[in-house]
């Protein structure tokens, strides 16, 4: 099991939050998604065998944040 914090620039909102939940969330092997609007942070636990790191950070790219 994989537990990683990610610094996430561009959020502005709760639909971003709930935009990035809802993304990294319907991964398979992802187990929980926290984003912290106010922090920019994102705290994700995965199954490292189910996806990956850099499936994760893809996932918020692809929503339009940038991840450090």
């Not at 610094?7 to 939050?17: D, E, I, K, P, R």
């Not at 709930?18 to 920019?40: H, N, P, R």
């Not at 942070?41 to 893809?58: A, G, M, Y």
């Amino acid at each position: 099991m994989g537990n990683v914090t990610l610094n996430v620039n561009g959020m502005s909102c709760g639909h971003c939050v709930k935009s990035i939940e809802g993304s990294v969330g319907s991964l398979d092997g992802v187990e929980l998604v926290k984003a912290d609007l106010v922090a920019g942070k994102v705290n994700v636990e995965f199954n490292d065998e189910k996806v990956t790191l850099e499936k994760i950070k893809e996932t918020i790219e692809d929503q339009g944040y940038d991840v450090e």
